[in-house]
């Protein structure tokens, strides 16, 4: 399935989407982002997320098929005896037949789901049968199952209980249907083509379901080697390795031979590392490749509250345009310039990510935290159900002993003993332990990074003056204790250097022109300041080596434009996420060879940009040179517009993935011509229509869908891929004019061939 393209850009998404499309010859239709932030969330879970939990399930599923089979269902409680010295009674011939067939159909649906997911199988193929195996193998077990009220039932009821196979019966039973049911929601939005058929995912994700089953192998062989060494069940067996790998270690079960203690050592170590792939795996799908589809969408909700709130209280005249002559009928007046409305515009859009990334840091925190509580409240509710009987114990002892195994202290002092108890631990281990691995990396996004940056606003108020001043750094403080209710609106002028001041000059008035008010601003650009700190380092250490300083060119240097009026405001370190270039060239180069050369060097410079960690984040100062090396000029407001509150989609959004992964190789050379055909054509219409070509470019607006900030990459790589682009465009007309068509075309034709040569065989 498509996993929604998190973290990579798909260039035929965005051409689908934005309707600006790429040409053969490079060139760039203009501005144009990966649009991921314009899908429902609801179409990611269905493409990526519910095929990786299926794959990590579905082997759970089947490893407690393995557990339901091997032993027998009942027990039999002996006269002054206990649960745990109960004998097994013999399970009926019919049981045995059916929980093999079931298991065996359930493996089958595993491996086509495995095969499907690494393109060894077709969609159409393994999805139904994956499907109707995990239900047929759900319908056997709770048949099963269902026969403890009837054949199975042996009286009197008090001697006989259920052993930990038919709880494992049960919670597989579970399991199947789930994993099934999920797969018919992503097996139904593929065919309705909201998304691919095929699943295109990285490499962690694929190796995830590997990694799953061969954790759990690993699991239950090494549970029957202990249980023939140390003469155990092999279920307890398997209980006892349960709290061992997850480093619970109650000690109601231990080795106690020699053989069994020396092989503890191998054993429990390989286990340990084998476990922290599998949650780190898990960790890695939830928090990076989940969290950029979640960013995308949250950043997108952000900027529509912020454009309706804007014209709700008639402030949207920064959004609005300015003309060129500046007269007072254009919508924003004389205030201010274009070139300085689109810095306003920008400085709305670094607002806008702030508060993104600070909501959706506490989200994840509160959902992480959520399923924590649920699990370790229902979990405790469960155990205490299931040890009453035997061992009295009440809420309490259930919700004491639910959190010293959730946090793996495992003091040993409370221990289930019921067969119901140690199936249920086993399989509430294997979710709620991962949950709280993720609770902990959230916990370190939030609430360890607000102490940290409390701290470092205390020692800005007290030993440590930072560079906003005493009596600004006070009221930033108050402002965040108040949630914004005190010093909401009040600029403090710190003129006196030092202690009580800051040698810098004041920030303009722009960075709340949504007028909200919101108090909260302050601390949150101080926040993303904290954030950037090493990003900033990294950027000196380059401009000292000389990749930020001013690009040579042996063109004479022109007189200072508006551009270097509007943006020479000094720059703090941590203000926005990078240092600001010392000097960048007003005026493009007026030779082409000069303009190649500068192309060139500012692909290499962005280059090095994309090592930094955190990403780099650019100026408004930069992002407008940027912007006019690919022909993007931000002081022409014929090329902005009014951002829509909610973009209108096109019609082909649609993933169309699912009609191309069945076509047939006779089609795909088809459909190679007629792109070479178009390419052709394309070069043709260029020559007549660059003008009008340009004129037709989707205007755009640094608050609006088309805005660079809203893609889901990294500032640099979008940079990086836009100046590529340029300079393809630009040498592919130089090779156009000095050998004419036939030699471009040659070229064309030579780059075509080595793309087809690189892509995957179809299946």
Same mark, same amino acid.
């Given at each position: ?137 759900a319908i056997c077990l709770i048949a099963l199952c269902a026969t403890a009220d ?68 690993? !699991? ?237 606003? !205390?020692?800005?108020?007290?030993? !440590? ?90 063109? +004479? ?39 190649? !050369? ?78 070479q055909q178009q390419h052709n054509e394309a070069e043709d219409a260029e020559e007549?229509?660059?003008? +009008? ?43 156009? +004019? ?26």
């Open positions: 399935m498509d996993d929604a393209d998190l973290g990579n850009n798909i260039s035929d998404q965005a051409k689908d989407v934005d309707g600006s499309a790429i040409d053969e010859s490079g060139h760039n239709g203009g501005i144009m982002t990966d649009q991921i932030h314009l899908d429902p969330s609801r179409w990611w879970f269905a493409s990526a997320a519910f095929p990786l939990i299926a794959g990590t399930l579905g082997p759970v599923a089947s490893a407690f098929s393995i557990c339901a089979l091997v032993k027998n269902w009942r027990q039999h409680i002996l006269p002054n005896s206990d649960v745990t010295k109960a004998v097994f009674i013999e399970d009926p011939p019919w049981l045995l037949a059916v929980n093999g067939v079931q298991l065996v159909i359930a493996l089958v649906a595993n491996a086509f789901l495995l095969l499907n997911m690494t393109k060894r199988v077709r969609f159409s193929i393994a999805q139904p049968i994956t499907i109707v195996g995990w239900y047929i193998s009837g054949p199975l039932l042996l009286q009197p009821e008090i001697e006989y209980v259920w052993s930990q196979a038919f709880y494992y019966g049960l919670y597989a039973a579970i399991l199947y249907f789930i994993v099934a049911s999920l797969m018919v929601v992503t097996a139904w939005g593929a065919l309705a083509g909201h998304y691919g058929k095929d699943f295109e995912l990285t490499m962690s994700q694929r190796t995830l379901m590997l990694q799953t089953i061969l954790f759990l192998a690993y !699991l239950l062989l090494g549970a029957l080697v202990f249980s023939e060494i140390e003469g155990w069940n092999f279920l307890d067996a398997v209980y006892w390795a349960d709290v061992t790998l997850f480093t619970v270690g109650f000690g109601d079960f231990s080795p106690q031979t020699r053989l069994g203690r020396g092989l503890l050592v191998p054993y429990a170590l390989i286990g340990v590392i084998s476990l922290g792939l599998v949650i780190g795996s898990i960790r890695s799908m939830i928090l990076d490749r989940g969290k950029n589809r979640l960013d995308a969408r949250m950043l997108e909700k952000q900027r529509r509250a912020l454009i309706r709130r804007m014209r709700r209280k008639g402030k949207g005249d920064v959004l609005e345009p300015v003309g060129d002559d500046g007269s007072d009928d254009s919508p924003s007046g004389s205030r201010w310039s274009e070139f300085e409305r689109r810095q306003k515009e920008f400085q709305l859009m670094r607002k806008i990510q702030r508060r993104a990334s600070i909501r959706e840091r506490w989200t994840a925190m509160a959902v992480s935290f959520s399923t924590w509580i649920v699990l370790w409240l229902v979990g405790a509710k469960i155990f205490q159900e299931c040890e009453n009987p035997y061992q009295g114990w009440s809420y309490f002892d259930g919700f004491y002993f639910a959190f010293t195994a959730l946090t793996t202290i495992g003091y040993g002092d409370l221990t289930p003993v019921s067969n119901s108890a140690k199936a249920f631990f086993v399989f509430w281990s294997l979710l709620a332990l991962p949950t709280m691995t993720v609770l902990i990396s959230n916990a370190g996004d939030t609430i360890v990074k607000g102490v940290k940056d409390g701290t470092l606003l !205390l020692g800005n108020i007290t030993i !440590l003056p930072g560079e906003h001043g005493f009596r600004k750094s006070t009221k930033q403080v108050l402002a965040k204790l108040s949630c914004g209710v005190l010093f909401e609106d009040e600029e403090i002028d710190e003129n006196v250097p030092g202690f009580l001041g800051a040698a810098r000059e004041r920030r303009d008035d722009t960075d709340d022109e949504d007028g909200d008010g919101d108090g909260d601003e302050d601390s949150e650009s101080r926040t993303s300041d904290i954030d950037n700190l090493e990003s900033n380092r990294k950027a000196r250490k380059d401009a000292e080596r000389g990749e930020a300083g001013p690009i040579p060119s042996t063109a +004479e240097k022109p007189a200072p434009t508006r551009q270097d009026t509007t943006t020479s405001t000094p720059k703090s370190p941590g203000h926005p996420a990078s240092i600001a270039r010392e000097s960048l060239p007003t005026e493009l180069p007026k030779s082409r060879a000069e303009y190649h !050369l500068i192309l060139m060097d500012e692909i290499a410079r962005v280059t090095q940009h994309l090592r930094h960690s955190p990403p780099r984040m650019y100026t408004f100062k930069e992002w407008a040179w940027y912007l006019r090396l690919i022909g993007e000029d931000e002081s022409n407001h014929r090329n902005h517009r009014i951002p829509e509150k909610r973009p209108p989609r096109s019609s082909n959004s649609r993933h169309v993935k699912s009609e191309d992964a069945d076509r047939t190789t006779s089609e795909q050379h088809d459909n190679d011509d007629e792109e007549t229509g660059e003008k +009008e070509r340009q004129e037709e470019k989707p205007k755009w607006s640094w608050v609006g869908h088309r805005s660079p900030l809203m893609d889901t990459r990294e500032e640099a790589e979008w940079i990086l891929d836009k100046l590529e682009q340029k300079l393809r465009a630009e040498l592919q007309a130089v090779v156009r +004019e000095s050998a004419g068509r036939d030699a471009l075309r040659e070229v064309g034709e030579e780059e075509m061939r080595n793309e087809q040569r690189k892509a995957p065989g179809s299946y």
